[in-house]
């Protein structure tokens, strides 16, 4: 089935430590997304990539950083400057036409919860 | 500057019940694109439809229907004959055609449908 996988679902980080979370889809979708989920502020946009080795910084980027090796697999890392790391994160997936990019729908992993120990 | 308002936090209504969650969206483009998703329990969301700027006709299918007025800026949708499967968080979402890749996302609203 095709579809986005994110790993794990559940995720542990001591104070000063980098954690990776994983991100892998198999829709052949150029565009992927990562979203922070925090309760009663609905998503927002940390960064997205369009194409391979090729990524932008969204709207809360500090803290996080991501690679694009494989168009396959965008992982996130959340590294230890991120000082509010607790929060549902969600990866995204898009195939946006060579026009009208605002129109493209997402499609979502079942998200990763990270919390601070 | 582009902004997407879900007033309504929670809901809270009876199974067969009628219900409608209202989605209030700003921009300045006159082309832009408007979403609805469900995010159930199990954390992933599903988009649900798609609407562009230009057709303000509304939408039916199955019990969903959404009402898209760009005279007051909104996009609701309503679930009629609620169902304890439609107990989700629903996302209004607006994007820009002038925005690229960025979507901006409601607060969401709990949708809880007790049988």
């Known amino acids: 089935d095709g579809g986005i996988t994110q790993s794990p679902k559940y995720l542990f980080r001591k104070e000063g430590q980098n954690v990776t979370l994983s991100c892998e889809q198999n829709l052949n979708h150029d565009a992927m997304y990562w979203y922070r989920q925090d309760p009663g502020q609905g998503l927002r946009l940390i960064y997205y990539s369009q194409i391979v080795n090729d990524f932008q910084k969204g709207d809360i980027a500090e803290g996080y950083s991501v690679s694009r090796e494989k168009k396959e697999s965008f992982p996130l890392t959340v590294t230890s400057a991120q000082k509010n790391p607790t929060a549902f994160y969600l990866c995204?997936?898009?195939?946006?036409?060579?026009?009208?990019?605002?129109?493209?729908?997402?499609?979502f992993g079942a998200g990763t919860r990270l919390s601070v120990l | 500057a582009q902004k997407v308002t879900q007033a309504q936090t929670e809901i809270s209504v009876v199974e067969k019940e009628d219900v409608t969650l209202d989605c209030v969206y700003e921009?300045?483009?006159?082309?832009?694109?408007l979403f609805w998703y469900k995010q159930p329990p199990s954390g992933e969301l599903v988009f649900l439809i798609r609407r562009n700027s230009f057709d303000e006709q509304n939408e039916i299918s199955g019990r969903y229907s959404w009402n898209f007025q760009k005279s007051t800026s909104s996009f609701n949708f309503t679930i009629t004959a609620s169902q304890v499967v439609d107990s989700a968080v629903y996302f209004c979402a607006l994007s820009e055609a002038s925005g690229g890749f960025k979507t901006i996302f409601g607060a969401g609203t709990r949708l809880f449908v007790k049988a």
């Open positions: 995204a997936s898009s195939r946006p036409g060579q026009r009208e990019i605002a129109k493209n729908i997402q499609y």
């Open positions: 921009t300045r483009d006159t082309t832009y694109y």
